[in-house]
């Protein structure tokens, strides 16, 4: 009998619509302006710029582009260049007082 010899070929399947979903929170103001507290957002990306969210976010609530805010993800205030990534947290703060 001859030897059959059986080769297995593992192949990775990559989605045709890689998704990720994060979920924005808002606070003061700006939960007022967006009338919610959370929300979640899916995209059709694997990872978005806090510069590109930022954008759409404003496209969607129009006011929100006349306040000064900043913008944190999985609690550590962020540059306009972080990546978000599947399954982050990000925050939109108003300006706070400390004292």
């Known amino acids: 009998m001859g030897q059959s010899i059986t080769k297995y070929k593992y192949t990775r399947r990559i ?5 990720m979903t994060i979920t924005l929170k808002y606070f003061g103001l700006l939960a007022d302006i967006t009338q919610l507290k959370e929300e979640q957002f899916t995209f059709d990306e694997d990872t978005i ?3 590109a969210l930022k954008s ?3 496209n969607n609530y129009n006011n929100i582009q006349n306040i000064t805010y900043t913008i944190s993800v999985n609690q550590v205030i962020s540059s306009l260049q972080t990546t978000i990534k599947d399954q982050d947290i990000v925050a939109f703060l108003p300006p706070f007082a400390g004292g």
């Open 49 to 51: 710029s806090v510069s």
């Open 56 to 58: 759409k976010i404003e």
């Open 15 to 19: 989605s045709k619509f890689n998704q």
